[in-house]
């Protein structure tokens, strides 16, 4: 009981971080980046666009892991072999 728990925490925590982060890309850092310098601007958007690369990869990553251990510990995971899926 208390892995589920665990399990359904990390997905929550997963699943807001790169919701709240591509909000956050979208909404407030693209016109940030337009009020200074296009040199500037590029560096910023770099280290940026790195970091979310790889937390981004890494919330999914964890939200699969997190639904596969999810799928065995119920006993279901041969759901993901059946042919009517």
Not at 53 to 63: E, F, H, K, Q, S
Not at 66 to 84: F, K, W
Request: charged share 10%.
């Amino acid at each position: 009981m208390q892995m589920l728990l665990t399990l359904r925490l990390i997905h929550i925590f997963s699943a807001a971080f790169l919701v709240g982060a591509g909000i956050f890309n979208y909404f407030l850092l693209r016109p940030a980046l337009r009020l200074i310098p296009p040199a500037h601007a590029v560096v910023v958007a770099q280290r940026v666009g790195t970091i979310f690369t790889y937390l981004g990869w890494t919330a999914l990553v964890l939200l699969f892991l997190r639904g596969l251990s999810r799928l065995y510990m119920l006993g279901a995971l041969n759901i993901l072999t059946d042919p009517e899926l």
